[in-house]
């Protein structure tokens, strides 16, 4: 979450770590919430270990300071995750004002900087899941790495995500970034308030996104939606809503979401070699379908028809038949929903 902090001074401290392999620059606040002390022995020791491992790679010179819980979630499909606990606007070397990490800021180390909350990453992860630990016998197909799992996920504690998505529609069909004020605060419970538009806003790695195949970046994408009026009253969010997603700034990132999908799904088609491609898609079918569901029908209809106008006969049919299926079942799920 974005937070408006008030602004601390703080003198500027010269630190050098002397970094071994032993050196852990994250500093692990540790709840368990389960019986099992084996297991919570195992959890913990992942995340001090997934600290030394991201502490040799990077430069790091305050400390990052980690709220991780180990609990029981009731469904063992989820896996848990970690996210920065605050986001702070600032401005980047591009003069772009972006969201970044607490974890991130404090490594600047600015003689003025939002104040802190009392840790940086947040993180909770599902004791059901059948995970593997260093140590543990040879790993199973239905097991899960622990250690590589917090890598993955402290990383995205450190900022590493992005801001774009579909704050719009609960089916998605269109991306933008945050909305100011809107997405970025935590606790908004009056949606029918007055509401004034200051502008949608990346995160800090936002900044590296290039969409192909035009190599435009995701900043200039921004900067279309931003023409929105920005300090425009609305009478509530609602209406926010409705003119925004009337706007021509909505059907250009309308246009440029649907353009992004069809180059992903090309790709598929054109880097996977032919004799694997099949074997491909039906491994990662039901993520297909899952991902396809979320998507309004009409525009997995069209980049399907340009996929399947680019196969050659007799080599790709199959995978027409593939994508087809996919469609197939969709109607029906809509069909059913409806």
């Not at 050098?16 to 620059?25: A, E, I, L, P, R």
């Not at 019986?35 to 010179?61: M, P, W």
């Not at 909350?117 to 016998?137: H, K, M, Q, R, T």
Request: hydrophobic share 40%.
């Amino acid at each position: 979450m974005a937070v408006a902090c008030s602004m601390v001074k703080q003198p500027k401290k010269e630190l050098k770590f002397q970094v071994s392999n032993d050196t852990n620059m994250f500093s692990l606040q540790f709840f368990c919430e389960i019986q099992d002390k084996k297991l919570c022995s195992k959890a913990k020791s992942s995340f001090e270990e997934a600290g030394r491992i991201i502490t040799s790679t990077l430069i790091l010179n305050s400390p990052i300071i980690i709220n991780a819980t180990f609990r029981n979630m009731e469904d063992p499909e989820v896996l848990g995750a970690a996210a920065p606990l605050r986001l702070m606007p600032m401005k980047d070397d591009d003069g772009i004002e972006r969201l970044y990490p607490q974890a991130l800021v404090k490594q600047f180390q600015l003689n003025s900087h939002p104040e802190f909350a009392p840790f940086d990453i947040i993180a909770d992860f599902n004791s059901l899941v059948p995970y593997w630990f260093e140590g543990d016998p040879p790993i199973t197909k239905k097991q899960i790495g622990f250690l590589e799992l917090i890598i993955h996920e402290l990383i995205h504690g450190l900022g590493f995500t992005s801001a774009w998505d579909d704050y719009f529609n609960e089916i998605p069909e269109a991306a933008t970034p945050e909305i100011i004020g809107l997405t970025t605060e935590p606790g908004i419970t009056d949606l029918n308030a007055t509401m004034v538009f200051q502008g949608f806003q990346e995160r800090a790695f936002d900044k590296y996104l290039i969409f192909l195949p035009n190599n435009k970046t995701s900043t200039s994408y921004a900067n279309e939606l931003n023409k929105f009026p920005n300090g425009s009253t609305f009478k509530n969010v609602d209406d926010f809503v409705n003119k925004f997603t009337a706007s021509p700034q909505y059907l250009h990132t309308l246009n440029s979401t649907s353009a992004l999908l069809e180059n992903i799904l090309a790709d598929i088609i054109r880097y996977i070699p032919l004799s694997s491609l099949n074997e491909f898609l039906s491994k990662i079918y039901a993520s297909l379908l899952a991902t396809f569901r979320k998507l309004r029908l009409n525009c997995i209809l069209y980049i399907a028809s340009k996929l399947i106008d680019n196969i050659n006969n007799g080599t790709r049919e199959d995978i027409g038949l593939h994508i087809l299926y996919v469609l197939l079942s969709i109607t029906k799920a809509k069909s059913m929903t409806e």
